[in-house]
């Protein structure tokens, strides 16, 4: 729960769309906000010397966390830079390379790679959109059908920022491997959530953001092994390989290891405790609810993420209404926050119009209790007659 003077205490169950930086992490960055250790890590001198040891060894604790090659940690300000590196940077390596310069990526996909296929399509180059289930998993048929028309990157995430479906990835990545294809996988709701290794996913490129672990915003790497073919999106400098230059945030970069670690650490006891309350809540309003549907309820889950569509019920006014009675939750993405437009992901899925409009999601964290559980429960009627009133629904 949250509390300030002004409200009474909130119950927060918004935590995919992002966490609060964790007392450990903000130790972590203390130093390089002062004049401790405020080098830049390109500069030759003790300084700056400092600075590269202090960033080579943030990439070396997440690389170790992950499992992945030492090398392999690129950082960047967040999922979106590190989705668009590895979609926008394969589509420009395969040019070139004078390979086919064609992405794919399920229809599911986080706005950030949604869209940067769009622009590889814009640029004149070509895009294909997967089909996903009604569970919201890729169809391989499909997966394969385009590995075989010749791609620059396979794109699919972990776990879908919406819904919690897992995707088979490492089933995708044989499949990838198999035709010679660079798979990432945006694995920004994965870290912490379910068990994620680099190398036992079999991913070229995954991507990994610090705000929903506990790190601040703006803070994010791409995994990616030394065979992946990127081009930098950014010019300048010659940081990180070239792959992303700039100087580097060395404060965000120590931040992003402690949060990696701990959240790695705490994976079991997320998917215990976590998906208990998730389940504990589906149950709940299964139970008391009519006309109601548990989105990719019959799909593997990640333990944190409950979306629930709700019928004759409009999602704005029903988070209006949750709000005002102190529990915090959003309509899908965050990202996609104040837009009319339907969730991509559940048109993806198939899922019919009158529930589509009413889907909330609801998302846990280890900082939630079967308190705050409660609260929900006890205040979800109410805001739900309100919805339904405003939109003319008895």
Known sequence: MIHSAESPPLVYLDAAATTPVRPEVR????????????GNPSSTHRAGRAARQ??????????????APGSSVVFTSGGTEADNLAVLGSAFGAREQHRPVRVAIPGSEHK?????????????????????DTHGVVELDHVQEALDRGLSVLSVMWVNNETGAVQPIRQIAEMAVDAAVPFHTDAVQAVGKVPCSVEQSG???????????????GCGALIMRADA???????????QRGVRPGTENVACAAALATAVELAVAECDAVERSVGALRDELEHRVTTDIADIEIVASEST????????????????TL??????????CSAGSACASGSAAASHVLLAMGLPDNLIGGAVRFSFSLRNTATDVARLLNVLPDAMAKSRAARGVA
């Open 27 to 38: 130790a972590a960055m203390e130093p390089f906000l002062t004049d401790e250790l405020f």
């Open 54 to 67: 202090a960033l080579e060894d943030a990439r070396r604790r997440i690389a170790a966390a992950l499992d």
């Open 112 to 132: 950030a790679v949604l869209d940067a296929a769009h622009h590889v399509e814009a640029l004149g180059w070509g895009s294909i959109v997967l089909p996903v």
């Open 203 to 217: 991913a070229t490129m995954l991507s990994i953001s610090g705000h929903k672990i506990g790190a601040p915003k």
């Open 229 to 239: 073919a990127i081009s930098p999106l950014l010019h300048g400098g010659g940081q």
């Open 301 to 316: 889950r990640a333990p944190h993420i409950s979306n629930i569509a709700f019928g004759g019920v409009d999602a704005g």
């Open 319 to 328: 988070l209006a209404a949750l709000d005002l009675a102190g529990v915090a």
